[in-house]
Nanobody
Framework: QVQLVESGGGLVQAGGSLRLSCAAS????????MGWFRQAPGKEREFVAT????????YYADFVKGRFTISRDNAKNTVYLQMNSLKPEDTAVYYC??????????????????WGQGTQVTVSS
């Protein structure tokens, strides 16, 4: 069992940066691949980024490549999402998830086992 709590969301101007954190409880955190997903109003939840259990591999959705970076600190049971050059279309609720495996082609939300409550990111133009 893994419990996840996101933090770090907020309001930022276009071109700005935010760093999201996802703190996990549970002794098995390091055995999970971790993912970040987002959901904008009226849209389905979509994949953003994923990290392998070791943090040695990562994969990003095309619309965030070069702007977002996922990282994890297994000693702190925490995964991060550094978001730079934010755009208004990045506005969404961002969720972290613990997933049973890493994929170098992204993950559908249905694959992941545990979810945080989400944190709102709003980018103004």
């Amino acid at each position: 069992q893994v419990q996840l709590v996101e933090s770090g969301g907020g309001l930022v101007q276009a071109g700005g940066s935010l760093r999201l954190s996802c703190a996990a409880s549970g002794r098995t955190f390091s055995s999970y691949a971790m993912g970040w997903f987002r959901q904008a109003p009226g849209k389905e939840r979509e994949f953003v980024a994923t990290s392998s259990w070791s943090g040695g591999s990562s994969y990003y959705a095309d619309f965030v490549k070069g702007r977002f970076t996922i990282s994890r600190d297994n000693a702190k049971n925490t995964v991060y999402l550094q978001m730079n050059s934010l755009k208004p279309e990045d506005t969404a609720v961002y969720y972290c998830a613990a997933c049973p495996y890493y994929s170098s082609s992204g993950l559908p939300p249905s694959v992941c086992n545990y979810w945080g409550q989400g944190t709102q990111v709003t980018v103004s133009s």
